[in-house]
C-alpha cells in the first residue's frame, strides 16, 4: 500500500464519525422531526439528510448512490421524503442539526484557533477532490460553504467522506459485487456481524441468496466464513478504496493531513465520549476508537 493510500485510509478513521453524528445525534432527529419526518426508526432523516444535495431524487437514483441498500427498502422513502420537505428545506435542517450538534458536545470550542485552522485544513483537501463518477462528492461540494469553522469542517469532512464512499462503489463494482453481496462478503470476513446490516433491507431469502452466488465463485465456504479467495477479493477492495480515495491527500500533503487530524481530534473525542455512535459502526468503519 502506497503511503497516500494509508493516508487516506487513516484520514478516514478520523473524519468519518465526524460527519456521521448528525445521523445519530438528538439534535438530528429533532431537526428532521420538526420538519415533520417520523423519527421512531432513524432512516427517514438518513435518507432526506444524505440524499438532499443531489435535489429532488427519485428511488432509483438514490439505489444507485446507496448501493448496499435493498432498492425496495429505497423507494420506501425515496421520494417520499420530499413530499414532507423540500431539498432546500432539509438542507438548512441538516445544517442547524449539525451547529446545534457540536455547540451542545464542544461549546465554545467550536470557533476556536483550532477549529478555524481545521477548518481550513479540511476545506482545502475536499475542495481538491476529482468528481468525475463520484455523485455524492460533487453534489455536497457544489453546495456554499457556510461561515462558522464547526459547520465548514463538517461539510468539508462530509465532501471526503462521500468522495471515498463513491469510489468504494466503484471497487465493490469492480470486484463484481453487488448491493447485498457487498453487505455478505463484508461479514463474511468478520468485519462485522451479519445483524448489524439488517437495517439495510434485504430479505433473509435475497441475503441466503447473495450468500450462495459467493459460495459458486468460491468467495464463501458452508459455513458462511470467507475463503482465503473471498478474504483476498475484500482486501483489494478495501485497497482499491484506499488509492481512490487518496488523491486529497497527496495534494494536501502528510504533514497537513496529520495536523488537520490532530486540530480535529476534539470532535472526534467528542463523539465518542458522548456515546453517539456505536462502536462497531454499520457504516463502513469496521472498528473505530478515538485518538489517544
Same mark, same amino acid.
Given at each position: 500500500?502506497?503511503?497516500?493510500?494509508?493516508?487516506?485510509?487513516?484520514?478516514?478513521?478520523?473524519?468519518?464519525?465526524?460527519?456521521?453524528?448528525?445521523?445519530?445525534?438528538?439534535?438530528?432527529?429533532?431537526?428532521?422531526? /420538526?420538519?415533520?419526518? @417520523?423519527?421512531?426508526?432513524?432512516?427517514? $432523516?438518513?435518507? #432526506?439528510?444524505?440524499? %438532499? +444535495?443531489?435535489?429532488?431524487?427519485?428511488?432509483?437514483?438514490?439505489?444507485?448512490?446507496?448501493?448496499?441498500?435493498?432498492?425496495?427498502?429505497?423507494?420506501?422513502?425515496?421520494?417520499?421524503?420530499?413530499?414532507?420537505?423540500?431539498?432546500?428545506?432539509?438542507?438548512?435542517?441538516?445544517?442547524?442539526?449539525?451547529?446545534?450538534?457540536?455547540?451542545?458536545?464542544?461549546?465554545?470550542?467550536?470557533?476556536?484557533?483550532?477549529?478555524?485552522?481545521?477548518?481550513?485544513?479540511?476545506?482545502?483537501?475536499?475542495?481538491?477532490?476529482?468528481?468525475?463518477?463520484?455523485?455524492?462528492?460533487?453534489?455536497?461540494?457544489?453546495?456554499?460553504?457556510?461561515?462558522?469553522?464547526?459547520?465548514?469542517?463538517?461539510?468539508?469532512?462530509?465532501?471526503?467522506?462521500?468522495?471515498?464512499?463513491?469510489?468504494?462503489?466503484?471497487?465493490?463494482? /469492480?470486484?463484481?459485487? @453487488?448491493?447485498?453481496?457487498?453487505?455478505? $462478503?463484508?461479514? #463474511?470476513?468478520?468485519? %462485522? +456481524?451479519?445483524?448489524?446490516?439488517?437495517?439495510?433491507?434485504?430479505?433473509?431469502?435475497?441475503?441466503?441468496?447473495?450468500?450462495?452466488?459467493?459460495?459458486?465463485?468460491?468467495?464463501?465456504?458452508?459455513?458462511?466464513?470467507?475463503?482465503?479467495?473471498?478474504?483476498?477479493?475484500?482486501?483489494?477492495?478495501?485497497?482499491?478504496?484506499?488509492?481512490?480515495?487518496?488523491?486529497?491527500?497527496?495534494?494536501?500533503?502528510?504533514?497537513?493531513?496529520?495536523?488537520?487530524?490532530?486540530?480535529?481530534?476534539?470532535?472526534?473525542?467528542?463523539?465518542?465520549?458522548?456515546?453517539?455512535?456505536?462502536?462497531?459502526?454499520?457504516?463502513?468503519?469496521?472498528?473505530?476508537?478515538?485518538?489517544?
Amino acid at each position: 500500500m502506497s503511503a497516500a493510500s494509508r493516508l487516506a485510509r487513516r484520514m478516514w478513521h478520523q473524519l468519518e464519525p465526524i460527519h456521521a453524528v448528525l445521523y445519530f445525534s438528538p439534535q438530528g432527529f429533532e431537526e428532521a422531526g /420538526a420538519l415533520g419526518h @417520523d423519527v421512531e426508526s432513524r432512516w427517514p $432523516s438518513y435518507f #432526506a439528510y444524505r440524499t %438532499a +444535495p443531489l435535489g429532488r431524487a427519485g428511488s432509483r437514483l438514490a439505489t444507485a448512490a446507496y448501493y448496499s441498500f435493498s432498492p425496495r427498502m429505497i423507494a420506501e422513502h425515496v421520494p417520499a421524503v420530499w413530499e414532507v420537505a423540500s431539498p432546500e428545506r432539509v438542507l438548512e435542517a441538516r445544517m442547524t442539526a449539525v451547529d446545534r450538534t457540536y455547540r451542545a458536545l464542544l461549546g465554545d470550542k467550536v470557533t476556536a484557533d483550532a477549529a478555524v485552522e481545521a477548518a481550513e485544513l479540511a476545506r482545502r483537501a475536499a475542495e481538491s477532490v476529482g468528481v468525475a463518477g463520484r455523485p455524492l462528492a460533487a453534489a455536497n461540494l457544489d453546495l456554499p460553504w457556510p461561515d462558522e469553522p464547526h459547520l465548514v469542517l463538517w461539510q468539508a469532512a462530509t465532501v471526503l467522506r462521500e468522495h471515498r464512499g463513491d469510489g468504494h462503489l466503484a471497487a465493490l463494482q /469492480a470486484a463484481e459485487l @453487488d448491493g447485498c453481496e457487498a453487505l455478505v $462478503s463484508f461479514a #463474511a470476513i468478520g468485519a %462485522a +456481524p451479519a445483524a448489524n446490516f439488517a437495517g439495510r433491507g434485504w430479505s433473509e431469502q435475497e441475503w441466503d441468496a447473495a450468500q450462495e452466488r459467493l459460495a459458486a465463485r468460491g468467495l464463501v465456504g458452508p459455513d458462511g466464513q470467507a475463503t482465503e479467495r473471498g478474504r483476498e477479493l475484500r482486501d483489494q477492495v478495501e485497497r482499491m478504496t484506499d488509492r481512490l480515495a487518496a488523491e486529497p491527500w497527496r495534494l494536501l500533503g502528510e504533514e497537513r493531513a496529520e495536523r488537520l487530524a490532530r486540530l480535529a481530534s476534539p470532535f472526534l473525542g467528542a463523539v465518542f465520549e458522548a456515546g453517539l455512535l456505536p462502536m462497531t459502526s454499520t457504516l463502513g468503519i469496521a472498528t473505530v476508537k478515538a485518538p489517544d
